[in-house]
């Protein structure tokens, strides 16, 4: 009997554990990818409309992490790789309703640059100098899990936290670093601290070693990168590879059984699909309402990754008119500026190719952890609000040409503390249930990079298991 492979779910992760599967076996071993949704990409959507280019969930990659760089040269789509426009390399941070340019050099937190840390605004002088003591901080003697909050107060203090850390924390993962664990959300920090003692000093010796590996390379060194027609082009990549005919959308799965010899995954349509192998590609509160059958203690495990809502709010703007310079790629709003967005790239000057000539594009983000009854307002309200926002900090006042909401209803899971331990006990439990794979943002890694990894990982589990199977 040919060995077949069910895949759950129709985002990153799933598509990457079926193109491995494909990859690895070709036509000796079935794959099925089922998505309940009417579309393929999960938080990864663009939208291209009379010549903008508009992405609803994430609209680029880090480099620094070099799986989804990589996994894009794979796929032969490295011509179509763009990094940030280096005209524009300034970001921000809203402090006190002014807009400062976060210091050349910082890192998160991570000051390397000490002239641009002495020079800025953003930073009183005691706390530039509780930030440059860092140096002196020992490191932490055991190895118990401890908030981001607390460890950034620990090594740089206060301000640290307020106008850098927790505004681009909330920003990127709409988390709140009081709840998250450093050592699952930044374990590199961890590292750093372990092997350096100081973080400064380590980020210094890590940057002097990349620039001694970068000499000479005239190669794209963006932080950010993203595809010339939008992160889409890596789903439609994927889905054309896997084959069509491999791909069930708007499908849902109901229910999974299993047999003496395999599985059985029951869809909404009342057809039943045998299969040697299942992957849930799918949030873990999802997949613990599918696994309850199978492992009561699974579910419970599962649900106590809390996940939180977020939505974009994309305005394109005639550039005719338009009063703001825009000479950046955006800023992060703290917590203490009690506003109601939590961040806004400007898209127009962050990525080439984004809109026609003569308009310019601005993304905001609002809800996270701290304001997620924003996600739930009606269009009129939501775009109301972003729009009032962006007029109290960069007065503006144009009218929008094009406006875009996207939201994402308990789509961000959320590495709290405890969640390394969280996962030791869920990876216990599926030992228990042998042909059953999980995979995806949820649990070890949120960015595309981190799920690629993740998912390829995820495809040499079940190859590993496929072939221990007569």
């Known amino acids: 009997m040919m060995k077949k492979v069910c895949i759950i779910g129709g985002g990153i992760s799933g598509l990457t554990v079926a193109y491995r599967l494909r990859k690895y076996y070709g036509e000796a071993c079935e794959v099925v990818l089922i998505e309940k949704e009417n579309r393929l990409g999960g938080t990864i959507r663009t939208e291209r409309d009379s010549g903008f280019t508009i992405e609803g969930g994430p609209d680029c990659f880090i480099t620094e992490k070099p799986w989804a760089r990589e996994f894009c040269s794979e796929l032969n789509l490295a011509d179509r790789l763009t990094g940030t426009i280096p005209e524009h390399k300034k970001t921000f941070i809203l402090w006190q309703s002014r807009l400062h340019q976060i210091p050349e050099g910082l890192i998160l937190m991570i000051p390397t640059r000490f002239i641009s840390l002495l020079t800025t605004g953003l930073f009183s002088i005691t706390g530039k100098l509780r930030m440059g003591m860092e140096f002196l901080i020992p490191k932490k003697k055991t190895d118990e899990d401890e908030s981001l909050a607390g460890f950034v107060r620990r090594r740089f203090g206060e301000e640290a936290l307020e106008r850098i850390a927790e505004p681009l924390v909330a920003g990127v993962h709409a988390g709140d670093p009081d709840n998250m664990s450093v050592k699952s959300s930044f374990p590199r920090f961890i590292d750093m ?39 889409s082009e890596l789903i439609e990549t994927l889905a054309e590879l896997i084959g069509p005919e491999r791909i069930l959308i708007d499908n849902e799965v109901v229910k999974i059984q299993r047999t003496d010899k395999e599985f059985r995954v029951l869809l909404n349509n009342s057809s039943e699909i045998p299969c040697t192998a299942v992957v849930f590609a799918i949030p873990s509160y999802s997949a613990g309402k599918l696994l309850t059958g199978l492992n009561p203690e699974l579910p419970v495990l599962l649900n106590k990754i809390p996940f939180v809502s977020t939505a974009t709010v994309t305005l394109v703007y005639d550039k005719k008119g338009f009063n703001h310079d825009l000479d950046g790629y955006g800023f992060v709003i703290p917590k203490k500026e009690n506003r109601r967005i939590m961040a806004v790239t400007w898209t127009s000057s962050k990525f080439p190719c984004r809109v026609p000539e003569g308009y310019v594009m601005l993304r905001s983000f609002v809800g996270g952890a701290n304001n997620q009854e924003m996600v739930s307002l009606s269009d009129e309200e939501l775009l109301r609000v972003v729009h009032d926002e962006l007029k109290v900090i960069m007065g503006i006042r144009s009218t929008p040409h094009l406006t875009r909401i996207y939201r994402w209803f308990k789509a961000m899971p959320q590495y709290t503390i405890g969640h390394e331990a969280r996962l030791q006990l869920i990876d216990r439990e599926m030992e228990k249930l042998p042909g059953i794979f999980l995979a995806g943002s949820s649990y070890r890694g949120i960015g595309i990079s981190d799920c690629v990894k993740n998912a390829t990982e995820t495809a040499d589990r079940v190859k590993n298991y496929i072939a221990k199977i007569p």
């Open 193 to 231: 601290e372990r092997k350096y003692r100081s973080l400064i000093l380590g980020m210094l010796k890590m940057r002097r070693y990349a620039s001694k590996r970068s000499s000479g390379n005239s190669g794209d060194a963006s932080m950010f990168m993203t595809l010339k027609n939008g992160l």
